[in-house]
């Protein structure tokens, strides 16, 4: 249908129309207006949808074609800072599955492999156009850096600075992904690393690009863990554990940290404590994900260790997200036979829609050094 549909009278005169109308003008958003953040709506039955249906009808009705956004990513920074998400009305499904991740555990043993196989296995055709040749796929770090690749670089130079890594040390990276951080952990720093992963996909990018190097990738679940390593890392992996197992989570860290180790958190986290995640993402982007909070993290660390340094850059993520979606719309000719046209418009609402959540600072990224109590201190890089 084509977005006049909404200049006839009875859609807008339609008190569904009139509902969703007024929230996006809180938002500074109008319908079928002339700014990049403004939508066009090319359905009349979208306001009725995303009215019954929250979160997750606004997503899929944007897969369907119910309306377009020249630039998503301000249409979300908008939404979010006037704080829209908080007045939508609460779609029963919405509910069951908030309910659902306080009564079950949604990333047990058995569960927390879903990920793996339907986000990270999506296909490294993908990915490796979409992300920097280290197939980072978390937050770079843009203090001095002007693209992606400088930002990723900068990052695992970061995060092997922190860790105080030196030649013949021991490195357990869980969640390693494709490798990158081992590769790079390996090679500049001369550490031995074991890496673990639930991505068959992953682990074998991983083994092939770590070839010759002292790094170990196995297809493992991160509760099996029962080494000792001078050095523990984790980049982008704590947001699928869950708060049911967090606990749990720490004390595998403490199993296989050595006396004198370090151990550094890199997670998305969210403002507020909460065990509710966004359905629309939690359906078709990460299965049982959960943003951790400040609160969840020191419960669960307290028992175990001394927090040495807590660094906050999530306005980088925002770079990092953008800079994604230029390498995906440009990529997209190459690959396009293998996806369909709804999947480019998830993969789209998915890039733009947590750019414009980290722009509104309504989530952010962490990273978050730990020891158990280390003499002098640390003076922990920047």
Known sequence: MS???????????SEWFRIVSELLGRAGIEINGSRPGDIRVNNPQFF???LQEGSLGLGESYMDGWWDCDRLDLF?????????EKQLPHHFKDTLRILGARVFNLQSRKRAWMVGKEHYDL???????MLDPAMQYSCGYWKTAD??????????KLICDKLALEPGMTLLDIGCGWGGLAEYAARHYGVSVHGVTISAEQQKMAQERCQGLDVNIRLQDYRDLDEQFDRIVSVGMFEHVGPKNYATYFEVVDRNLKPDGLFLLHTIGSRTTSNSVD????????PNGCLPSVRHIANAAEKHFVMEDWHNFGP??????MAW?????????EIADNYSERFRRMFTYYLNACAGAFRARDIQLWQVVFSRGVEHGLRVPR
């Open 48 to 50: 009725k949808r995303v």
């Open 147 to 156: 693209n992606l690749v400088d930002a990723q670089q900068a990052k695992l």
């Open 279 to 286: 359905p629309w993402i939690n359906k078709y982007i990460f």
């Open 123 to 129: 296909g490294n055709d993908l990915f490796s156009r």
């Open 3 to 13: 977005s006049s549909c909404i200049e006839e009278v009875s859609v807008r005169d």
């Open 76 to 84: 979300f920074t908008r939404v979010l800072r006037a704080g829209l």
């Open 325 to 333: 979606y230029a390498r995906f719309q440009a990529a997209w000719p």
């Open 316 to 321: 980088d993520y925002d770079k990092t997200l």
